[in-house]
């Protein structure tokens, strides 16, 4: 990379950052195909073919989703040991984890003005992280830092009154790392654990819990290949979840069938290619849909009561299930007949003839699973979104038996895995007495803040110190402009990542932004868990760097540190929770369906996490029944330029 000498250069060429012209690309006749062949021969066959290769192969989870593959059962293969289970995004992020060190002296090259004026792509492809690094205030440029100054400097930032302390994190790091980041911070006295999932599926965990008493996916891997029918809602698998496409193609192989419901016609969702089919799917693809519909953005609730409505005029309803096995059915079944089909259809766009076309299909099919991802969380009414597709499973007695349920496409690889651990403004009761059992205090009760509140609360001058575990909590919000005042407001932010990104540059603290270069998950040198959208937890394997004299640590070293300087010895051994299987065991002790965890170091047993997959209608709700909740269709508005 070629030294930038701003002072020679036009206004037309202020960049040091060379970019391609932009090139117009007519779209393909499916998703996947032989394009994806090619990125792997692209990638595998490069100068570091060899280490991607290794790192396919390892013994530890994929860390592209959380659809999940990998692990013990070798680094192709899913929680059923089914061969062949990697997909292009696995590949590109291992790619991505193996990209030279920045050079020694790379930020004395270039200053924080330069290093705004990448994308998030360019931020990305620098380089991974190699040495810790400080921008202190009045600085125009990060400058290296040793790490006894950054544990003193951190210990300081985080003695003011815990309600102005918080956490954010993302869930490419471990349960273990999550686990540990949450006892810390609630040892402190506060609730403030901001998380990215705050911003994508909080709302499917408020409409799960308050439905069915659980926050997650309620159908495992094995049943969902029981399924004669899929309803995909608001999802772009191919490009985000290209492995799903697998489970949709055989699906459909068996007679199955697929109802894809997007604003957007998704040409994967219509055909895929996939290698893992290589004679059948490959190069002719494989057709997806059965229908497709495409409702108006954020009417994807008009829909479902259309599907409700004709389901209840036609007698499709299983009233014998709803009596037995649901509460509060008959509001429901009431509010559904009520609503004018002028209304639904006025809202939702599409015709009369397209909405009976999906409860036929739902109605004739012996087992059916919804499934949706953050086109139907990204709505003004999104907790409604959830409540009206369990309303509709639930019409039909499709939750509570094998090959159907409820299922949330999550997005990052171990993002569950996070809110399993407790790191959530909003602990559970159980998990907190068992973390107050551990600590031998009380523990906050009142909520802290969630990402967006944390943002709002560093808007108003409330937060001083922010620890953030892997994520971008810049790029993640809405108004980057707020966000980055926000971030100005707080005096010191600590960022723990693997690789530079725009929320490094744009996201500075008032005093003092450190960056702390950690190990990707394949690169631990001890053992790490983590978990999938499905519920399943995954071991992954010891590894090693390619980074040849990089000075990284790793997340459980840097937090289990950290503790010890704020807290001491007391009430626990902080220090020792720098041994991974110790804080395994104390995980199987405190986090409901993970006592296998305080085993796995022996055993090397993965395993589905107990009371989340339901194979028959009992649920963890006071009454045991499903709570159906009535919901009312949206006012859509266009926004106004004010607005």
């Not at 930038?4 to 690309?25: F, G, H, N």
Request: with cysteine.
């Amino acid at each position: 990379m070629a030294e930038p000498s701003p002072e020679s250069r036009s206004p037309a060429e202020a960049s040091p950052w060379p970019r391609p012209p932009l090139q117009i690309a007519h779209g393909p006749d499916m998703g996947g195909g032989l394009p994806v062949i090619q990125y792997w021969a692209e990638k595998t066959l490069s100068l570091k073919g060899l280490r991607i290769w290794q790192t396919l192969l390892h013994k530890s989870a994929c860390l592209s989703c959380a659809w999940g593959t990998g692990g013990q059962k070798g680094g192709f293969r899913n929680e059923l040991g089914e061969p062949l289970q990697r997909c292009m995004k696995s590949v590109q992020s291992i790619a991505a984890e193996l990209a030279p060190g920045l050079e020694p002296h790379f930020f004395d090259r270039y200053s924080l003005g330069d290093l705004q004026e990448l994308t998030s792509l360019e931020a990305d492809r620098l380089g991974r992280l190699s040495f810790p690094v400080i921008h202190r205030a009045g600085s125009d440029r990060y400058e290296p830092i040793n790490w006894e100054e950054i544990f003193a400097l951190a210990t300081v930032a985080l003695q003011p009154p815990p309600e102005r302390v918080a956490s954010y994190s993302s869930g490419r790091s471990s349960n273990e790392a999550a686990y540990l980041l949450q006892l810390m911070i609630r040892a402190l006295g506060t609730n403030n654990l901001a998380d990215c999932s705050d911003l994508c599926h909080a709302p499917s965990s408020v409409g799960l819990s308050t439905v069915f008493g659980t926050a997650t996916s309620l159908v495992s891997l094995e049943s969902l290949q029981q399924a004669d029918g899929v309803v995909l809602i608001g999802s772009n698998a191919p490009a985000n979840h290209p492995r799903l496409m697998n489970e949709l193609i055989r699906l459909r192989d068996r007679g199955g069938k697929v109802i894809a419901i997007n604003p957007v016609r998704e040409i994967g969702l219509v055909k895929f290619g996939s290698p893992a089919f290589p004679l059948s799917s490959l190069v002719q693809g494989s057709e997806i849909s059965s229908l497709f519909l495409q409702p108006i953005p954020g009417s994807d609730l008009a829909l479902l009561t259309g599907i409700q409505k004709v389901l209840l005029e036609n007698g499709w309803v299983d009233f014998d299930y709803l009596q037995a096995h649901t509460e509060n059915w008959q509001a429901v079944i009431d509010q559904v007949s009520a609503t004018e089909w002028e209304s639904i259809i006025a809202t939702c766009g599409l015709t009369l003839t397209e909405i009976v076309a999906a409860a036929e299909m739902i109605h004739s099919s012996k087992n059916v699973v919804f499934a949706w991802a953050m086109g139907i969380t990204h709505q003004a009414n999104s907790v409604d979104n959830i409540y009206s597709i369990a309303n509709t499973a639930l019409m039909t007695g499709n939750v509570g038996k094998p090959g159907a349920g409820m299922m949330p496409i999550r997005g990052h690889s171990n993002v569950q895995g996070f809110g399993s651990m407790g790191v959530t403004a909003h602990l559970k009761d159980s998990i907190r007495e068992a973390l107050e059992q551990l600590l031998g205090k009380s523990l906050k009760r009142e909520s802290g803040y969630d990402a967006r509140a944390l943002i709002e609360a560093a808007d108003a001058g409330e937060v001083d110190t922010l620890l953030c575990l892997g994520g971008n909590l810049y790029a993640a919000n809405p108004d980057l402009t707020q966000a980055k005042r926000a971030l100005g407001n707080i005096d010191t932010i600590i960022y723990m990542a693997t690789k530079p990104n725009q929320g490094h540059f744009h996201g500075l603290a008032r005093q003092n932004t450190i960056i702390v270069p950690v190990f990707a998950r394949f690169e631990n040198p001890h053992k790490t868990t983590v978990e999938s959208g499905n519920n399943f937890v995954r071991l992954n394997s010891p590894g090693k760097t390619h980074l040849k004299e990089a000075d990284l640590v790793t997340e459980i070293d840097f937090l289990a540190e950290l503790a010890h300087r704020i807290h001491g010895e007391d009430p626990i051994q902080w220090r020792r929770l720098h041994d991974t299987r110790y804080v395994r065991q104390l995980i199987a002790q405190a986090i409901p369906g993970y006592e296998k965890i305080g085993e796995i170091d022996d055993t090397n047993a993965e395993f589905t996490i107990g009371g989340r997959i339901f194979l028959e209608p009992k649920f963890p709700t006071p009454s045991g029944k499903a709570e159906m909740q009535t919901t009312p269709l949206p006012d859509l508005t266009l926004p106004t330029l004010s607005e």
